[in-house]
Every structure is written in C-alpha cells, then in structure tokens.
C-alpha cells in the first residue's frame, strides 16, 4: 500500500508558475513509476507527465510540453510538477499516481495508487 499526498495548489494569474508537490508513503519509493494526471470540471481525467524509477527519463503530454516540468527526488519520497506559463486551460485537480509495473506509461488505468488531488486554478 503507497499513500500519496499531492499539495502546492492554489489561484494564479495566466502566465504565472506554480510548484506541485506529492509525498509518498512507504520504503520502495524508488522501485516506483510516477505520474501527474488532472481533470478539469466535466471533462475526463488526462494524462500530464510521468518519470522514470531513477528520474532519468520523463515523458510528457503535448499539452503541456515546453511549460512543465516532473522531477523527484528519491531521497525524500518526493516527486514535483513545475508547472510554468500556466493558461486558463491548465485549470483542474492534479492527481499524482504510482506505477508499480510499468513506467512513463500515459494510460491512467495502468496507476495502481492515487492521491486525493490539489486543485489549481489559473485566471485569465
């Protein structure tokens, strides 16, 4: 069992950066897959980001490519989104999510862990 705590969420201005954080519970932190996802009112959760066990590969969603950025830091059961030229758009609750078996997977049924979600809301 991996429990997962997303926080840095909050209201910023178009164009303006936020810091997503997520703390995993647990020891094997870094046999583990992670991922960001989010889900803006009435539509279906999407994919965002995804990084690699070690951190040295991460994959993107078109979307947001260019403006954010996954990183983690294994040492402290971290993993982060940094999220920069934020537009209206990018308005959802952003998920982070573990995956055991795979890795820089986009499908979110491939997750096995969720957290409960930050909400970030950008205005135009």
């Known amino acids: 069992q991996v429990q997962l705590v997303e926080s840095g969420g909050g209201l910023v201005q178009a164009g303006g950066s936020l810091r997503l954080s997520c703390a995993a519970s647990?020891?094997?932190?870094?046999?583990?897959?992670m991922g960001w996802f989010r889900q803006a009112p009435g539509k279906e959760r999407e994919f965002v980001a995804a990084i690699s066990r070690s951190g040295s590969s991460t994959y993107y969603a078109d979307s947001v490519k260019g403006r954010f950025t996954i990183s983690r830091d294994n040492a402290k059961n971290m993993v982060y989104l940094q999220m920069n030229s934020l537009k209206p758009e990018d308005t959802a609750v952003y998920y982070c999510a573990v995956d055991l078996d795979y890795g820089l997977a986009s499908n979110q049924k491939l997750y096995d862990y969720w957290g409960q979600g930050t909400q970030v809301t950008v205005s135009s």
């Open positions: 647990g020891r094997f932190f870094s046999s583990y897959a």
